[in-house]
């Protein structure tokens, strides 16, 4: 059925789609009016007893508000800033300025389902920190407002500890992100979320709620500092939590490389030729009555002696066993007279890298006197108060991105910051010949007046955060001149940059219409196409051609690495031929098309072509409809 919102631009409203489902698995929770029946939804959980609401669960004020706010749709977009962008033609990264809540719902029109990999760090709640009021939506006070137009950024609030919703207020800003966030993730892809000890408790109840407890991976411990501080007063504090969950139970690889310290372990006593190999104890720590199905005889093949464990079961079945006799596997000790034998394990099994642990020393991810140091030399000093230092999320992109298929992926960061995340996936990618694309999203948050930021010329963190970039693409680039580089070098560089978008306020200004709650869909259709009419009739809108291009691409599912190529072919109206890798379509904005336009897609009907509605009559659009069917697609504006 149609309704208003086929003919304005919102992200896809995900509350619609969940009721939807709910509707098409069980039709019999709804009434006759298509709402949702709670009371059904009760007794299909608990029969017995609709009454009964008590249940282990982790609630806050305001938890039910931050997850509609979650799946409420947005009527925000992506313009594309060419004049801050660096190497956009050859590029696939984005750096998104923006609030990241907005940011991540438009997103998902293109990038649902897409994203391998997310590294946050955000705000730590220690009572100073800024935090996301969350009132950036068209429907509350606009978020362009409180940009005053893109020049003097957005003032944000700060969590007081004295504020009674202090956790509250924390949990809210991460529920509703986290949620979004989740369904950008492909089936196989993790998330890494930075933590001190302030919050990490709530934080994992979060995380075991939106991702589930049984997709926990682990608690990294990162040691942040070797020294000690002098200015704590009880403790002092050398290490921060790293969060990992996965999103599915989908199957990931997750190995660290290899290390001279580890393969050193490795020897090869009796000349086996296979190679180098380690042992492992064949006994298990479980004992003989808790695993019978273990407990059998085994035979040294150099004394003849049967053995039995007097305690504890061995590791393996009988069969496997007798497979490890048969392929030599078992070690007896230099004189085959140990008591009990080992299993061994060979170097070259080893090939795809070691489980890493839990404990990230700093030799290895870096420290935070590092990332200052490193972030110094890029940008100047004093610019961003405590970096995180490339080499740390460098250290987290090659555990999950280590397999050669994965490594042209898509790595996040919603919380960009200074932009730690898009310099660790340009290092990376030089290191490994990877073709990993970023995407970070920084809000325009106002810089102190009196910080070395503002005085650097910095007014807002979202443009240290390009800025940063743009001195790795510029460093990469200037210790290459002069130098003798292979073709596979010349496209590592040539895929150093990114595209710069801000959010922006929809070019069509009808999505501005709010529909009657106390109407239904028909009447709120008859609503808005009255709506449409006054507008027509008010004025003719000037419009930017291409900010209007990448919106609608966007709500057509585009990536924002689309390109676009003009088409000389069309000689009365502007076509462009758009196409992101994935999807494509012809598209044009032009006020009135023209008959041979018309016909040209009359008679070429296997590709998608999208236009004004109100560039065509009556007659042409219908005439469009039935040749094209779904290939069709006419936007109001």
């Known amino acids: 059925m149609e309704t208003y919102k086929d003919h304005i631009t919102l992200s896809p409203d995900m509350n619609e789609e969940r009721l939807n489902k709910l509707r098409e698995l069980f039709p019999d929770w709804f009434t006759q009016e298509g709402y949702l029946d709670i009371n059904e939804v009760k007794k299909a959980v608990n029969p017995n007893s609709v009454e009964e609401t008590e249940r282990y669960e982790f609630r806050w004020f305001g938890k039910s508000a931050a997850k509609r706010n979650a799946f409420t749709p947005t009527r925000a977009t992506l313009h594309y800033d060419e004049k801050r962008s660096v190497n956009a033609e050859t590029t696939e990264n984005i750096i998104i300025e923006g609030e990241n809540l907005e940011v991540l719902k438009v997103l998902t029109s293109s990038y649902r389902n897409k994203v391998k990999c997310i590294y946050i760090d955000p705000p730590y709640n220690t009572g100073e920190d800024f935090l996301y009021n969350d009132d950036f939506s068209e429907s509350k006070k606009s978020y362009w407002e409180h940009t005053e137009v893109k020049e003097e950024g957005i003032t944000l ?61 682990v608690n990294i411990i990162w040691e942040k500092r070797q020294t000690r501080s002098n200015n704590s007063k009880l403790f002092g504090t050398n290490t921060e939590h790293i969060v990992c969950y996965r999103r599915s139970q989908e199957i990931i690889d997750i190995k660290e490389p290899r290390t001279d310290s580890a393969n050193a372990l490795y020897s090869n006593p009796d000349n086996d030729p296979r190679g180098l190999w380690t042992s492992i104890l064949y006994t298990n720590p479980a004992l003989r009555e808790e695993r019978p199905n273990l407990c059998y005889t085994i035979t040294n093949p150099f004394t003849g002696e049967e053995i039995e464990h007097p305690t504890n079961a061995w590791k393996y079945e009988y069969n496997t066993y007798l497979q490890h006799v048969s392929e030599n596997r078992l070690w007896w000790g230099q004189d085959g007279r140990n008591k009990y034998p080992r299993l061994k394990k060979f170097l070259s099994d080893m090939e795809g890298g070691m489980v890493p642990t839990n404990i990230w020393k700093s030799e290895d991810a870096g420290t935070t006197d590092k990332a200052t140091t490193e972030l110094e030399s890029l940008i100047g000093r004093g610019i961003f108060p405590f970096p995180k230092p490339a080499q740390l999320v460098q250290k987290a992109i090659s555990y999950i991105i280590n397999k050669e298929e994965d490594k042209d992926c898509i790595v996040l960061d919603f919380f960009a910051g200074s932009g730690t995340t898009g310099h660790a996936v340009m290092n990376q990618n030089m290191k490994d010949g990877g073709h990993r694309k970023f995407i970070l999203v920084q809000i325009p948050q106002l810089t102190d007046e009196n910080s070395n930021a503002r005085r650097a010329g910095f007014k807002t963190i979202s443009e240290i955060t390009i800025a940063r970039n743009k001195a ?163 936007f109001y504006r």
């Open 472 to 634: 790795v693409v510029e460093k990469y680039q200037k210790e290459s001149e002069g130098k003798i580089i292979d073709e596979n070098y010349k496209q590592q560089l040539d895929q150093l940059g990114f595209k710069v978008f801000t959010l922006s306020k929809s070019s069509f200004p009808r999505t501005d219409f709010t529909p009657d709650p106390t109407k239904n869909e028909e009447e709120n259709l008859a609503l808005f196409q009255e709506y449409i009419k006054e507008k027509e009739r008010q004025l003719i809108i000037a419009f930017n051609e291409e900010e209007v291009v990448t919106e609608i691409l966007i709500k057509q599912g585009f990536m924002l690495t689309y390109k676009l190529e003009k088409q000389p072919r069309f000689t009365q109206n502007t076509v462009y031929w758009a196409t992101d890798g994935e999807k494509e379509a012809y598209i044009t904005v032009d006020a009135n098309l023209n008959d041979e336009t018309v016909e040209y897609f009359m008679q070429h009907t296997d590709k998608k072509f999208i236009c004004i509605e109100r560039a065509l009559d009556t007659t042409k659009k219908f005439n469009l409809k039935e040749k094209m069917q779904e290939k069709f697609y006419a």
């Open 157 to 217: 609030d700060t969590n007081s500890d004295s504020d009674g919703r202090f956790h509250s207020n924390w949990l809210d800003d991460m529920y509703s992100r986290l949620l979004v966030a989740r369904t950008l993730l492909r089936p196989d892809g993790v998330i890494f979320i930075s933590m001190d000890d302030h919050e990490i408790h709530h934080l994992r109840k979060v995380c075991d709620e939106v991702f589930g407890e049984e997709n926990f991976l």
